[in-house]
């Protein structure tokens, strides 16, 4: 059974950080681009940033210098570092996991609320 289990979401201020992580069972998680999305209120689920198997990176215009995603294929975790952030970050944050466009899973979810 797959299973990706997010952790980290929460209230922070803006200009804050806060680390998001993403714990992957039941895949041979080092062969999978993982990746994680956001959704905000009545907005279309959007990618934020993702990191290959050889740990190619790619990133949203709008995190680019302030986020950063990372990989520990020891762990199977995926983890994303998020700087200075916005009240237009708040979002629920998801993970995914990803095997040649064929497998995909899909994590429950980690609200992000930036707010003072």
Known sequence: QVQ???SGGGLVQPGGSLRLSCAAS???F??????WYRQAPGKE???VAGISPGGILNYAD???GRFTISRDNS?????LQMNSLKPEDAAV???????????N????GTQVTVSS
């Open 75 to 79: 762990k199977s975790t995926v983890s």
């Open 105 to 108: 899973y899909w994590g429950q």
């Open 26 to 28: 039941g895949i041979t």
């Open 93 to 103: 944050y998801y993970c995914n996991a990803r095997l040649a466009e064929v497998l």
């Open 4 to 6: 990706l289990v997010e």
């Open 62 to 64: 709008s995190v680019q």
């Open 30 to 35: 080092r062969r999978y681009d993982m990746r």
């Open 45 to 47: 689920r959007e990618l």
